[in-house]
């Protein structure tokens, strides 16, 4: 679905007196938020029980700290999935971002692109980083809030990740591209949730797709990262040796 489509649903819930929060709440296949994994994580946690502006960092947070930067065996896996990995990267995390937002009436939409792949060169070494395509497929999650669009893209890398790239770096003045990360300050990345846009990775994208309003419909029209001999290597021996090396870089 295109932007212009997107916000005409909007627009037009409201101006026939229905309620924001009706539009982009439903699930799907990989927004599967009444699975009970996810139900059971909500109603543990008492997020319901929160004002928007807090449902949305409490699942931020949970995101981005608690499911850690790594890589999991698909782009295209159901939210269910990306939660019982504990692991996830701009994809994967980002489908259990929608998920958690949607079961908690936040309405949200997937935004897709592609990023350079010398934004992961450092976190993707060797004959991994030679297999990658050069443009990687990439998304992140806008919010509606405040009668606005707000882009989340923070969530990606892990604060203790971040932290071991911060130290690792520290030196670094400017701009920042690589080991997960493309920023203008790595000390001082958009990460937090304060209302506003987070970013981590924006400075490495390289083409727009437009928004969706879903992950699904996103990955029918345009596929995900690796297929073919590709991801066969990728699921029996890149992977591991992929995550073994962010975990490395984290501890």
Not at 194 to 216: L, M, R
Request: hydrophobic share 40%; with cysteine.
């Amino acid at each position: 679905m295109t932007d212009m489509t997107i916000e005409g649903t909007i627009k037009g819930a409201q101006a026939g007196g229905l309620d924001i929060a009706n539009v982009l709440l439903h699930s799907s296949t990989l927004l599967d938020y009444q699975h009970p994994s996810i139900q059971a994580l909500i109603a543990g946690r008492g997020w319901r029980s929160l004002d928007e502006f807090d449902r949305i960092g409490a699942a931020y947070n949970f995101v981005r700290d608690e499911v850690a930067f790594g890589y999991n065996t698909s782009d295209d896996l159901p939210a269910s999935q990306v939660l019982a990995d504990g692991i996830g990267q701009c994809n994967t995390k980002g489908t259990l971002l929608m998920a958690l937002l949607r079961a908690l009436d936040v309405p949200c939409r997937f935004h897709g692109f592609t990023i350079d792949k010398a934004l992961q060169k450092g976190a993707i070494t060797g004959f991994a980083y030679i297999l990658a395509p050069r443009s990687i497929i990439h998304s992140w999650v806008e919010v509606w809030f405040g009668g606005r669009w707000l882009n989340l893209e923070g969530f990606i890398l892990d604060k203790k990740y971040l932290c071991q790239l911060q130290q690792r770096f520290s030196s670094q003045q400017g701009a920042f591209c690589g080991y997960g990360a493309a920023t203008p300050d790595l000390q001082n990345p958009q990460i937090d949730w304060k209302g506003s846009d987070t970013y981590i990775q924006k400075e490495g994208i390289n083409a727009d797709f437009g928004v969706f309003e879903t992950p699904d419909a996103f990955y029918m029209k345009h596929g995900a990262n690796l297929s073919g001999i590709k991801r066969w290597m990728f699921l029996r021996f890149i992977r591991q040796w992929m995550n073994q090396n962010v975990t490395n870089i984290r501890g």
